[in-house]
């Protein structure tokens, strides 16, 4: 059975005081730290790169799950491994060589994740199984925090359950998941859920343990 994790993801933190933001879910029970790299190309937003990842690094002992929104890849795999990643995810969409790219994570030593696009098949990832620690369903078009659930995410959920078989691989989903939206993904065999909003909404520091808690509860129901 795969362990069920909590990934905040601080694109919905307050950045003008981020380490607080990230120690806030950290001893508020976060499992992971989720973050979003948007180059304004792959997709239609900027967010932060290597410098940030190293920045928050060494203000908590928890894994770092850095979902790339960029294109190319490549010549970026090794500043966000250096920065402090410990999950790097990269896009099947994202570019033409993703076994090449997911052999360039695992020679720094990272685990490696694929993320697919809502419309993209889970077929994507059908030759790179023996490769990747993780798959990154979005259940929203990224971009941005605060986007609606997309519901055909559990049926992906399920085919990816199928395609996997035994193999020790997480499944992840991100966009608009909150208590509510976690119970059917849990049921169908997700076992790791980012939230932004869900967690972040707000940026009270007091309120985020009891919605990660809330999160957990739901999922484990
Ligand atoms: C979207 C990002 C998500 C985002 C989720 O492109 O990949 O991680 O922060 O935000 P919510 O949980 O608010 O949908
Ligand atoms: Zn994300």
Do not use: C
């Not at 035994?166 to 849990?186: K, M, Q």
Request: aromatic share 4%; proline share 7%.
């Amino acid at each position: 059975h795969r362990p069920l994790k909590i990934a905040p993801s601080i694109l919905s933190a307050d950045f003008a005081r981020l380490g607080n933001e990230v120690r806030a879910v950290d001893d508020g029970g976060a499992d992971w730290i989720h973050v979003d790299v948007m180059d304004g190309h792959f997709v239609p937003n900027i967010t932060i790169g290597p410098l940030i990842v190293q920045a928050i690094r060494p203000v908590t002992f928890k894994p770092l799950d850095v979902h790339l929104m960029i294109a190319p890849v490549d010549p970026y795999i090794e500043a966000f491994a250096k920065a402090g990643a410990d999950i790097i995810s990269i896009h099947a969409e994202a570019g033409p060589h993703l076994d090449r790219s997911l052999q360039a994570i695992k020679t720094h030593g990272k685990k490696a994740g694929v993320v697919l696009n809502p419309a993209t098949p889970v077929a994507a990832i059908q030759h790179v199984l023996d490769r990747i620690d993780l798959i990154l369903l979005m259940s929203v078009n990224p971009g941005f925090g605060g986007q609606a659930f997309i519901p055909e995410t559990i049926t992906k959920v399920e085919q990816v359950k199928a395609l996997i078989g035994d193999r020790h691989i997480d499944i992840e989903i991100d966009g608009g998941v909150d208590a509510e939206t976690v119970v059917a993904l849990a049921k169908a065999g997700a076992n790791v859920f980012v939230a932004g909003s869900a967690i972040y909404k707000g940026n009270d520091p007091a309120t985020y343990a009891p919605r990660i808690k809330a999160i957990r509860d739901a999922a484990n129901a």
